[in-house]
């Protein structure tokens, strides 16, 4: 039996990660699976200047089988993220197809670290409002650093009290910002995205460096990693952190609660006054179930669904690709409810940093032919990625089999005219594109996931208070997404950061 603490902490990614930051020095045992990174050695140069002096395929090709997932997370130095996943947190599904992270840091060591917060219109339905979580939003903007411009976007995005200059924007964004700007479409919005990169030096971390290297690798410190926050807080003795503990399930006891984990040397229970899940709504998900045993409940489940609408710039065609631009996302459009029958946010990217490989099969000529010819079309490609908002239904829910897999279903049909109405706002932007180029994602595979425990007003089983304590128990905590009771289009993390904090904050000595 381990030694109490005040405050167990489960999982490391960004809810976890702002959790502990709330809680340091107030007794906390943060635990964790933890994979690290892979040895891969560290790329420290502009990834177009080190193809000209090494052979950098390893670091850029997996040639390991791997499932259809997000291209960054096939990259060998990145692969961690989701490494055992379907060993440790096995999910069976037909209609879902997401991934799990055991990591470190969690997704966010791959993430596109877009950061923006919910407004009141975003968060109906929820029993808390903006002003519960401007303070938090606040204390984790200046822990984190964020980027962006005080634009068309700025009242959707909300106000940041510090921003950092925007990314330097690419050619073919510049032209879609200036055409948007002469022509403003009905119902859209482009702007600058808000990034958790820094622009500027921070004690310890450099400004972002321009060197494209975030499709193959982590770690760059301009960009906001949660894995940094929970070593400095353990390096400092702020927080214990325990990897190598798959936590399985807990129980309250008259003092507390007992957490049960599982690692390489057996079972360990620990021991702590108050619990925080924070596991990725999956998995947190995964151990309220198991810590019931209950195998027939059927929790919501949430994700943003993304349509993938690739943009031809003609007069780009041919041109030198920048090494010097990012591969963060460029630009956000959002899409107006009255206009487009739902509220949509979309991120546009070039198509530099991403490896040639992605593209070269799918071209309908021979490989050297194919080769050569994206030589000229890649400078001049965007993509676009539309998030879908969500709202939970009967035919979208986890359930926990007895073997301790989750099953899931996810029954989801975009708009059938969402791709055309898209395609006609570019088109209005002198670009090419067309409606039967678009791909719609599986549910799953925007890996924004939630829902399964919602914060309620007056919360029934398996829902959670305001505070974010779980109905039905004395003192267990739920902070990740889970929390969600429904999705707007927005990306998600930045408020689960901020309610981690808020719940973390709150929590009584
Ligand atoms: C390629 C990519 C791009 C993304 N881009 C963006 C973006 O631009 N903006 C945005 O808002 N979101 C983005 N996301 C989503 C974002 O990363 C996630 O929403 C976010 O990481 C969720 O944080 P979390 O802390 O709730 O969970 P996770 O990041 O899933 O972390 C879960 C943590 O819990 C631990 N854990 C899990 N189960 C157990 C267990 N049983 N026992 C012990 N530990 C456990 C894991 O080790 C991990 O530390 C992106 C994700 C990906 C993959």
């Keep these: 039996m381990h030694a109490d603490s005040e405050v167990i902490i489960v999982g490391s990614g960004p809810a976890g990660a702002m959790a502990a930051l709330a809680l340091r020095g107030r007794g906390v045992r943060l635990l964790d699976f933890g994979h690290t990174p892979a040895n891969v050695p560290r790329l420290h140069q502009n990834l177009y200047e080190l193809r000209r002096t090494q052979d950098i395929t390893s670091h850029v090709i997996n040639l390991r089988p791997s499932p259809p997932v997000s291209l960054k997370l096939r990259a060998p130095a990145l692969e961690f993220v989701i490494r055992d996943w379907?060993?440790?947190?096995?999910?069976?599904?037909?209609?879902?197809?997401?991934?799990?992270?055991?990591?470190?840091?969690?997704?966010?060591?791959?993430?596109?670290?877009?950061?923006?917060?919910?407004?009141?219109?975003?968060?109906?339905?929820y029993p808390i409002s903006a002003s519960d979580l401007a303070p938090h939003y606040d204390a984790v903007a200046a822990h984190i650093g964020i980027s962006g411009d005080r634009d068309d976007l700025w009242d959707e995005f909300g106000p940041e009290p510090s921003l950092d200059p925007p990314m330097r924007l690419s050619h073919n964004c510049e032209q879609i910002l200036a055409a948007y700007q002469r022509r403003r479409p009905q119902g859209v919005r482009i702007g600058r995205p808000r990034l958790a990169v820094i622009t500027q030096p921070r004690p310890n971390r450099e400004p972002y460096a321009y060197r494209a290297l975030e499709f193959i690798q982590t770690g760059d410190p301009a960009m906001y990693n949660p894995a940094r926050t929970i070593d400095d807080l353990a390096n400092g003795g702020a927080i214990t952190y325990e990897p190598g503990h798959l936590v399985q399930r807990f129980h309250e006891t008259t003092n507390g609660v007992e957490v049960i984990t599982r690692s390489a040397s057996g079972t360990t229970t620990f021991r702590a006054r108050t619990l925080i899940l924070a596991a990725g709504a999956l998995n947190t998900a995964r151990i309220v179930l198991a810590s019931n045993n209950d195998h027939t409940t059927r929790l919501p489940l949430l994700d943003n669904p993304m349509t993938v609408v690739p943009i031809f710039h003609p007069s780009s065609y041919g041109r030198t690709l920048n090494p010097h631009d990012s591969a963060m996302a460029q630009l956000n459009m959002v899409l107006s409810a009255d206009t487009f029958g739902a509220k949509y946010?979309?991120?546009?990217?070039?198509?530099?940093?991403?490896?040639?490989?992605?593209?070269?099969?799918?071209?309908?000529?021979?490989l050297d032919l194919n080769r050569r010819l994206l030589r000229y079309l890649i400078p001049a490609l965007s993509l676009s990625i539309l998030f879908h908002p969500a709202e939970p239904g009967p035919t979208q829910y986890l359930r926990l089999r007895e073997d301790g897999a989750l099953e899931a279903v996810y029954e989801w049909r975009p708009d059938a005219t969402i791709a055309a109405r898209l395609c006609a706002v570019f088109r209005q932007l002198g670009l090419f594109t067309a409606p039967f180029l678009a791909k719609h994602s599986s549910p799953g595979e925007g890996i924004h996931y939630a829902g399964p425990l919602p914060m309620s007003d007056s919360p029934q089983r398996y829902q959670l208070h305001k505070d974010g304590r779980l109905e039905g128990t004395r003192r267990v905590y739920v902070c990740d997404g889970a929390c969600f009771p429904r999705l707007p289009a927005k990306n998600h993390t930045y408020t689960i950061m901020a309610n981690a904090h808020r719940i973390a904050s709150g929590l009584k000595p």
């Excluded at 947190?89 to 840091?105: C, M």
């Design 86 to 125: 379907q060993q440790f947190a096995p999910l069976a599904s037909s209609t879902f197809r997401p991934v799990i992270s055991l990591a470190k840091g969690g997704f966010a060591n791959a993430w596109g670290a877009g950061v923006y917060r919910f407004h009141d219109g975003d968060l109906h339905g």
């Design 345 to 366: 946010q979309a991120s546009l990217y070039g198509c530099n940093g991403a490896p040639m490989s992605e593209f070269i099969s799918l071209l309908p000529f021979s």
